[in-house]
């Protein structure tokens, strides 16, 4: 199926809604439509060209391309929507949604809106674990931290947390994949179950010193490195991971500036999505994209909705 190779080709190839939603249709459905009910899925379904849906003839209900993918009730045309996941799919620092709104016309809300539901479909979910060397770090994302009490300096830093910070868990397969989840500490509790649930017992774990990790040598050969003296021991460091921190950092800072703690997953898995795929060109990427949204939505409301 032809697929365009820059976002000039892309805005080309659906300038027309009708011409971008006949290609998502044959992107998602190929030769053969069924019926996106969760309780049905089936093949007996008539056309009704005019108003651009189908009707299903066994669970007697009507659909549009948009059932059951993260496009789903909304008013918003392919036409905006495959430029707009050509952009985030290839945008190596991302795209805001102030920038977004600008180039599709429409409003920041409403941009914002998009992006998200974007980043819905970049998720992954189930994971292979990871396995041979795998390089396991935790970062912290978010504000500055502050400052009470005397210390060297006059001041006495009370750790990351303090100033609000999120930290997020990351693990990166060397000559593999990344992938990294937000956390609610680095205590034994927390780190060991989700080691254990990500990499294959038996493999080579590398971490800095955090005394939080020993027990994973229970489980693994561990090496650690004590990044107060030294950052590189022969083949014993975490540089690959900080590599990914390293584009993270520079999206959140650069790009979202600020994205709320609640949301932080969701920028997490856009990040990954790209990064795990960063060798392959933009179309192929923005295909998957466009294939992955499928059997995934979040309302605005969903959205909103503080999660503690």
Not at 134 to 162: F, L
Not at 167 to 176: A, D, E, P, S, T
Not at 200 to 213: E, F, K, N, Q, R
Not at 273 to 297: C, I, L, M, W, Y
Request: charged share 25%.
């Amino acid at each position: 199926m032809e697929q365009p190779r820059t976002l000039l080709e892309a805005v080309r190839m659906f300038k027309d809604p009708a011409t971008a939603e006949d290609y998502f249709a044959r992107l998602r459905w190929r030769a053969v439509v069924a019926c996106p009910r969760t309780d049905c899925g089936s093949v007996s379904v008539a056309h009704l060209p005019k108003y651009r849906r189908w009707y299903c003839n066994d669970c007697k209900r009507q659909f549009s391309v948009k059932t059951g993918t993260i496009f789903e009730e909304s008013p918003i045309g392919f036409d905006k929507w495959l430029p707009a996941l050509w952009m985030l799919s290839a945008d190596r620092n991302g795209i805001s949604s102030c920038e977004l709104a600008r180039a599709l016309g429409v409003t920041q809300k409403t941009a914002w809106f998009m992006l998200h539901r974007i980043r819905l479909a970049m998720e992954t979910g189930t994971f292979t674990k990871l396995f041979g060397e795998v390089e396991i770090d935790e970062a912290y994302i978010g504000g500055k931290p502050r400052h009470r009490g005397p210390g060297p300096t006059g001041t006495k830093s009370q750790g990351p947390r303090s100033g609000g910070k999120a930290i997020v868990l990351g693990f990166r397969q060397r000559g593999g994949h990344v992938r990294a989840m937000v956390i609610d500490n680095v205590r034994r509790t927390t780190l060991l179950p989700k080691i254990r649930e990500h990499v294959v017992p038996g493999s080579i774990v590398y971490t800095d010193s955090l005394s939080a990790y020993y027990d994973a040598r229970e489980l693994y050969s561990h090496f650690t490195v004590n990044h107060a003296y030294e950052y590189v021991r022969g083949n014993v460091h975490t540089n690959t991971i900080e590599s990914f921190w390293s584009v993270l950092r520079r999206t959140l800072r650069g790009t979202y500036v600020a994205p709320r703690p609640w949301h932080l997953q969701r920028y997490l898995d856009e990040q990954i999505f790209r990064f795990n795929r960063r060798d392959e060109k933009d179309g192929p990427r923005f295909v998957q994209t466009a294939k992955a949204s499928e059997g995934k939505r979040i309302t605005y409301k969903q959205l909103i909705a503080r999660q503690r």
